[in-house]
């Protein structure tokens, strides 16, 4: 596992060691076009180099950024220096990160493609985080990006469904469910047209 978590974290490290944010310093069109929705604290799962995190912190709440790069999660805090505005970083691998219990109001989840192993074990302890009343907002690549190159992981485990929201995130709410196209432009990693699950689920009161 050690072996496993070093080259993970050496991979993402070298993607975002470059001068340039890999996947732009503007936040996720989903996240921007619905984040009124959302409470602080955020738990913001994968951050990476912090456009998501920096947007909300913008937007007057507490953020929380878990990410295995450190050096991910030393740009963010750059940007949310540049932005004027303070975020929380941690940096921890989600196959061991264990968030507090009823802690967050929120937690999102942008393509943050993780398998389904790993899923089972912190998809639960998610749910358990957020406060009741608390929202839980993902976007990741559907099956249907599979053979695309527009971005996101070449392995169907890792990519996501309305079928695999429905059957991981048994006890929210959905506010909102789908699989629909769209261009996703975030830097040079997500570049063009592409297939996406887009869900908000609302943990009840």
């Not at 993970?8 to 340039?20: C, E, F, K, P, V």
């Not at 619905?34 to 909300?56: D, Q, Y």
């Not at 907002?137 to 429905?166: C, F, H, N, W």
Request: charged share 20%; net charge negative; hydrophobic share 40%.
């Amino acid at each position: 596992m050690a072996d496993g978590l070093n080259a993970a974290s050496t991979h993402w490290d070298d993607r975002y060691s470059g001068a340039a944010f890999f996947y732009g310093t503007a936040p996720n069109d989903f996240l921007a076009e619905h984040h009124r929705l959302l409470a602080g604290p955020v738990l913001s799962l994968s951050e990476g180099e912090g456009r998501n995190a920096v947007f909300l912190a913008q937007r007057g709440l507490d953020v929380l950024g878990v990410d295995l790069s450190e050096v991910g999660l030393r740009k963010a805090e750059q940007l949310a220096a540049e932005r004027g505005v303070h975020i929380r970083t941690l940096c921890a691998d989600l196959a061991t990160y264990t968030p507090q219990a009823e802690q967050f109001g929120a937690v999102i989840s942008i393509f943050a493609h993780l398998p389904s192993s790993l899923r089972q074990r912190l998809y639960p302890l998610v749910v358990r985080s957020l406060k009741p009343g608390g929202i839980f907002l993902l976007e990741a690549y559907s099956l249907d990006q599979l053979p695309r190159s527009t971005g996101g992981p070449k392995d169907a485990d890792m990519l996501m469904s309305v079928d695999k929201i429905r059957a991981e995130w048994p006890t929210l709410e959905p506010l909102l469910l789908r699989e629909t196209e769209r261009e996703v432009r975030e830097g040079q990693g997500h570049t063009g047209l592409a297939a996406v699950v887009q869900f908000i689920g609302r943990k009840p009161a």
